[in-house]
């Protein structure tokens, strides 16, 4: 029985070492993917705009939100570090988010339209494998019409690119080793600016949007 004990104790010292190596690479966190280099994509989605009207000088409003769907391309660049994501993306769009509103005087229409909407951002994420997660901020840039019209061609009108801040989340699936899929949500902030919008009367006017899209991207 001392010789069996002895065999067992020795067994078990030898086998310990392995089963702790095996346990140990079983709670190491997985290898992420490789989203390192250059990509290029597209992407659609569609927003809400929330646009505040003040008119200068007389103090009556003509908020009004609308909405509409945009397109475009983006392309970017990522570093990874272990699971981290560290990037910045570059993107436009085309834009047909536009609204409007009855103007203080009833007879006039006031209307906002968004022809596009860019961002520059930085994104940090944590990958899981082939799953994205991340957050993104930066600078927005736009270009703004707004306008009224008494439907006889009495209109006002005023054009304007405008910069501001966006700040965001999204999540990227990796369906290949270059292709990757996915989904963002994005909020711009334009703050005010005045515009000429009667053909003798300015507005200052503030805008806030709310978008959503999906897109695609083909990492070299």
């Known amino acids: 029985m001392t010789k069996n004990f002895a065999w067992a104790v020795l067994f078990a010292a030898m086998a310990t ?48 939100e609308g909405d509409g769907a945009f397109g475009g391309v983006q392309a970017g660049y990522n ?43 930085a994104r940090v994420g944590y990958s899981f ?31 304007r690119t405008e910069a501001g801040w966006v700040a965001g989340a999204g999540v990227e699936y990796a369906i290949s080793p270059r292709w990757s899929v996915k989904a963002e949500y994005m909020y711009y902030d334009f703050g005010s600016a005045r515009y000429g919008v009667y053909p003798t009367q300015d507005a200052d006017i503030d805008q806030r949007f709310h978008t959503g899209k999906i897109g695609v991207n083909f990492r070299f």
């Not at 990509?39 to 409003?61: E, P, Q």
């Open 79 to 121: 570093f990874q570090s272990g699971n981290w994501v560290f990037g910045a993306e570059a993107d436009i769009s085309a834009s047909g988010i536009k609204g409007d509103t009855d103007c203080p005087n009833p007879v006039y229409t006031c209307s906002s339209d968004a022809k596009w909407l860019s961002t520059v951002r």
């Open 17 to 64: 070492p392995a089963t702790a190596a095996d346990m140990s690479a079983s709670l190491e966190a997985p290898v992420a993917s490789d989203w390192s280099g250059f990509y290029l994509g597209a992407h659609a989605g569609g927003g809400k705009s929330i646009v505040d009207w003040t008119f200068a000088g007389i103090g009556t409003t003509a908020d009004h």
């Open 129 to 159: 494998d082939n799953l994205l997660v991340y957050g993104t901020g930066g600078l927005g840039i736009g270009q703004f019409e707004m306008s009224t019209d008494d439907g006889a061609g009495d209109n006002g009108g005023d054009s």
